[in-house]
């Protein structure tokens, strides 16, 4: 990457946010709208884009959207980055899926048909499939994208309606880790703390997110807090040096995969220095040993001697300076907020290292308080809120419930009015598994809601040819035509889309917020929810199950069944939405304001009032949360001599995931138009490449010709490419080993080579 381009995102970074924080709308060279005119109303609504869930005003004249700035009263205080200020032009493009369309055959081009032929044909298929092959061979794959009140439905027409939890989608490729994480030491899914403690901490531990071009306007944030209070300390964890390492006052760029044993490593100096917090872990913290069974303090001291700083920097390849730096910082630190996203996530050790982030909050007691808490970054719009919290996975049921459990089941077989054992005990396919099946013709049906995974998907050579099975059958729920997963859809249904129907989204901290309709959709697109009603009625579901008119009838019901739960959001009318930019939940009653702080006695209205501690993690049995003891492995497929080079998967500020939405505007994809690799210039200069030289990546699932990007971006030995680009499928270089636990895709490290084309 060169100087130009890096000041460039780096200016976008810091200072883009701003242009749309004025109140007045977005100016017209960076918004490109054309808008001569002050809109007439403004309606309030939701970024599509990224897990920080901005709060947008959309404003409109004579019926159209004609420009869109910042909602001043949300979390986002009127900010929005480059991306967010230019959703007017990809909500007007001429390029949209207006109207149903049919293939055929497999292999014939896609028709257009009426609302009436492709619902009876898409009921027919998947009641077909059920009677003849049984529940699970239909299936569901959604999308952080959708509306809380799309997924809840889905979910429901699936698990109570179809008797099956292959449930699932593309959360599961970015966060599901994450909930791994908060499930295995504290009981319980999602953050404790919110935003605002990016206000109120001293210290800020980033591993695995490049901020700055995922999270802008966080990022924006941070920067803020460091201006505002230059004591604040930094520390970025990361192997590429990214515009968010350069405002670090740390930066450590290990060896890729080996964070387990950096961390590990800072628990061991926080221990031996006698920075840990006795008398908070005494209180509220079990351990649990690398064998999964109860230990004691004096077992993890003993397990760290495996991860001495010494050890750790040779297996990160670190100064052992910087390690021993990097915990004293943390720990010194009046409030210590963790930050972290798919580096963390994207692993076969995705679950581990998430519990090893929250295992230096327990060891310090930088946790549950102002500025302290670990906090994981979401990917997508609504993957918190519509998925992980309204159980849109193959091993969930809504609000936090477990198909596993069967008291949880029976509670939901009660609130959905059906029989007891409707829903099924097994869990369904986790994503990977799901598109196996579908090629092995175990699924005959599935609907892909608003979502690309023949774009996004690992080992993409694979699941195309999956897709391409002649005995399934595809339902594609798709704004934009050139989606990759249109290639192989065998009906294509039109939805309308962002502001053009009424929903609400839950961000990443917690906080759920209306999106308003502001306009019409075009032609014949229509909203998520009333298709899945009709779809449903058509296939022989109970008419019961689905009586939704609207959306606002599925919240009012989503509400009533989160109440008495630990998430609990049944405080939240549609009413309060409107008029209120977002609450945070838990929130029991309409008189609750929202909850910032988790656990709290005073602060959490699910701690009781006279609970004897000050902080009660009652998502476990006990009461504590758990310090894991989580050993370090390599990755699924470390380099050897024939592929020497590691190689990861990265985002880039101008684009959101696949670009069919940012490359539709051209300020956009003039600033990146195509992908690229990223090389260090000691590899560079051992393969003999030359920045701009056309290259070729070369892994043992695919090669691909690229770019080269010549920069101390990367560290010696790793390469990095993004993913959005649809001309450039580099998800088929990638592997698709999972965690585990989570069952996510290692997207962030394989075994690659490289040589100029």
Known sequence: ??????????????????????????????????????????????????????????????????????????????????????????LNSP???????????????????SW???????????????????????AWYGSGQCLTEETYVANKIFKAGFRTNNVDGNPRL??????????????????????????????????????????????????????????????????RRTNTSRIADLHIAFRPGTDLALMHAMAWVIIHEELDNPRFWNKYVSFMGPDGKPADFNAYKAFLENYTPSKAA?????????????????????????LWCMGINQRVQGVAANNLIHNLHLLTGHICRPGATSFSLTGQPNACGGVRDGGALSHLLPAGRMVANPKHRAEMEH??????????????????????????????????????????????????????????????IEAFPDAVTLQYADLVLAPAFWCERDGVYGCGERRYSLTEKAVEPPAQCRPTVNTLVEFAKRAGIDPKLVNFKNAEDVWNEWRMVSKGTTYDFSGMTRDRLRKESGIIWPCPDETHPGTNLRYVRGEDPLVPADHPDRIFFYGRPDGKAVIWMRPYKGAAEEPDAEYPLYLTSMRVID??????????????????????????????????????DMVIVETRRDAMQLPARVSDVCRPGLIAVPFFDPRK?????????????????????????????
Request: a positive charge; proline letters at 7%.
């Open 415 to 476: 609130l959905w009015g059906v029989p007891e054992g409707t829903i099924s005990p097994k869990n369904g396919y986790h994503t990977v598994a799901l598109f196996e099946a579908l090629g092995k013709g175990d699924v005959k049906a599935i609907i892909i809601c608003e979502t690309n995974p023949a774009h996004t998907l690992p080992n993409l050579n694979k699941v195309h040819k999956a897709m391409s099975n002649p005995d399934t059958f595809i339902v594609s």
């Open 314 to 338: 040779e297996i990160c390849r670190v100064p052992e300076a910087d390690i021993r730096a990097a915990a004293k910082l943390f720990a010194e630190s009046n409030a210590s907020m963790s």
């Open 116 to 138: 009436d032929e492709a619902l009876d044909l898409m009921a027919k298929k998947f009641r077909t499939a059920v009677d003849t092959y049984g529940p699970d061979s239909v």
């Open 174 to 239: 970015c966060m599901a880790s994450a909930v791994g994480g908060y499930l295995s030491t504290f009981g319980k899914d999602e953050p404790m703390g919110t935003y605002a403690d990016i206000d109120r901490a001293s210290c800020f531990f980033i591993i695995g997110s490049n901020t700055s071009e995922a999270h802008p306007v966080l990022f924006r944030r941070i920067a803020r807090r460091k201006q505002a209070d230059p004591g604040v300390k930094i520390i970025v964890a990361d192997p």
């Open 655 to 692: 684009h959101w995931h696949t670009a069919t939405m940012t490359g539709k505007v051209p300020e956009l994809q003039k600033a990146n138009p195509s992908a690229f690799v990223e090389i260090n210039p000691e590899d560079a200069k051992k393969a003999g490449i030359a920045h701009d």
């Open 1 to 90: 990457m060169n100087a130009s381009r890096r000041e460039f995102l780096r200016y976008l970074a810091l200072s883009a946010a701003v242009t749309a924080a004025s109140g007045v709308g977005v100016d017209k060279a960076l918004a490109a709208v054309d808008n001569p005119h002050a809109p007439d109303t403004w309606v309030k609504g939701v970024c599509r884009y990224c897990g920080t869930g901005c709060g947008v005003l959309i404003g409109v004249k004579n019926g159209k959207a004609v420009a869109i700035k910042g909602d001043p009263h949300n979390h986002n205080a009127g900010l929005l980055c480059l991306k967010g200020s230019m959703l007017i032009p990809v």
């Open 95 to 113: 390029e949209r899926v207006t109207q149903p369309m049919l293939r055929k055959t497999k292999g014939a081009p896609l028709e257009p048909v």
């Open 729 to 757: 499928l580099v998800n088929k270089l990638f592997l698709d080993a999972t965690d585990p636990g989570s069952r996510e895709p290692e997207y962030k490290i394989c075994a690659a080579r490289i040589r100029k084309a």
